[in-house]
């Protein structure tokens, strides 16, 4: 069964530097998107990507944070200087549409990417 | 803006026995879908339910959806030790394709 799949599944990092997450949706999806989880939160909508451009972003996807297609297949979400409170668990979600329209949103998650910041 | 809420927000049963979960939120949605989520791992997508349907079946799996009351429930039938997760809702607006999910149910199943 074709499954959303992210590396790394950890990724440690020092506050101030770059991270790229990287994601591979399933491959006839055309809307992806990442969401994160801080430890004992509810799980947040960062943004949403279709055609090859932003179609719908939160608060929390700030200046610091870009997503890029960069080829046929990848999805990835760069933090560009990391917070502190950029430590949670980051999901890669993608959902088909039908002929450009979404007609139902099932969206299917990868296993995630624990970001660590110290 | 729209908001999942469960409850309750932990349940604890005998195995065989069936679980139900509630969810409410706010304003008008498109779909409603439920996740499952092992300790620390991925969401794992259980069913969805369009905003005309009242009821949808998957296996042991039976969820109701009452747009008048804006809540849903998810019934487990037959409970398993596997069925140990934390299970989410989550709703989209018409005309939004993100998510909003609610804080969750912990659910444990014991043998």
């Known amino acids: 069964e074709p499954e959303v799949t992210q590396t790394p599944s950890h990724q440690v990092t020092q506050m101030g530097q770059e991270v790229i997450l990287r994601c591979v949706p399933i491959?006839?999806?055309?809307?992806f998107y990442w969401y994160r989880q801080i430890l004992g939160q509810k799980v947040e909508f960062l943004v949403s990507?279709?055609?090859?451009?932003?179609?719908?972003k939160s608060e929390i996807f700030d200046d610091q944070f870009s997503v890029e297609r960069p080829d046929g297949s990848n999805f990835t979400l760069k933090i560009r200087s990391t917070k502190l409170e950029d430590s949670a668990m980051y999901f890669c979600?993608?959902?088909?549409?039908?002929?450009?329209?979404?007609?139902?949103?099932?969206?299917?998650f990868g296993p995630g990417t624990r970001l660590t910041v110290l | 803006s729209q908001q999942g809420e469960e409850d309750p927000q932990a349940l604890s049963i005998q195995e065989g026995e069936n679980a139900t979960m509630n969810c409410s939120y706010k304003?008008?949605?498109?779909?409603l879908q439920w996740y499952r989520q092992n300790s620390g791992r991925g969401l794992v997508h259980l069913i969805l339910i369009r905003s005309n349907e009242r009821e949808k079946h998957s296996g042991r799996l039976r969820v109701t959806l009452d747009t008048s009351k804006k809540s849903s429930s998810l019934l487990i039938t037959a409970s398993r030790a596997a069925d140990t997760a934390s299970y989410f809702c989550?709703?989209?607006?018409?005309?939004?394709?993100?998510?909003?999910f609610g804080q969750g149910t912990r659910l444990t199943i014991n043998p």
């Open positions: 990507f279709y055609n090859n451009e932003i179609s719908e």
């Open positions: 491959s006839n999806h055309l809307y």
């Open positions: 979600a993608s959902s088909e549409a039908t002929s450009g329209m979404i007609s139902y949103n099932e969206q299917f």
């Open positions: 989550a709703t989209d607006a018409q005309g939004a394709q993100k998510l909003v």
């Open positions: 304003t008008s949605i498109n779909n």
